[in-house]
């Protein structure tokens, strides 16, 4: 099997199921039916396999998606996940099954990522995420609740893989 070429990666059209497209060492393009392209990493850690998914196709090039896939290779460890590659595995196997998923992915962009994306989840704490919900209660306090639920339900999905023990919007 050959490695991707951004060509391929670009030209690759959805089927009726999830195409996997190896570059090799673990690198994946997933395309989804509906069209979504996202980077992901497979690998088996301790007996187990991991997938991590990074980013969407469009925000990461190939090149860059190579580099983070030798770098979880190096660290080898999950616990180093951030906030922003949650929300990205977090978007493919969760909101993409909701029945509104713009509005999930909306809090996801709007206020989630750019408050907590570089953080590793690990080190996410109660007062982060207080914070985040506080300087959203300007837009209305029924938004800042639907954010609340968000933060929970993304925070329970990372209890869920293993990444955290206690979610910190509980």
Request: charged share 25%.
């Amino acid at each position: 099997m050959s490695k991707l070429t951004d060509a391929r990666c670009r030209n690759a059209k959805p089927s009726s199921k999830d195409q996997w497209l190896s570059d090799g060492s673990g690198l994946y393009l997933r395309i989804r039916p509906g069209g979504s392209k996202t980077w992901v990493v497979r690998a088996k850690r301790g007996g187990k396999s991991t997938v991590t998914t990074l980013e969407p196709y469009t925000d990461m090039s190939l090149k860059e998606a190579r580099l983070e896939a030798a770098t979880i290779a190096v660290e080898k460890k999950i616990t180093n996940t951030t906030v922003a590659r949650l929300i990205a595995q977090y978007t493919d196997d969760v909101i993409c099954h909701h029945k509104r998923p713009v509005m999930a992915t909306g809090y996801m962009d709007r206020a989630i990522r750019p408050a907590l994306g570089t953080m590793r989840v690990r080190d996410v704490r109660r007062t982060d995420v207080v914070c985040v919900i506080q300087g959203y209660i300007s837009n209305g306090r029924r938004t800042a609740d639907q954010l609340r639920s968000q933060l929970r339900s993304l925070f329970s999905y990372a209890v869920e893989l293993g990444y955290i023990e206690h979610n910190p919007a509980a």
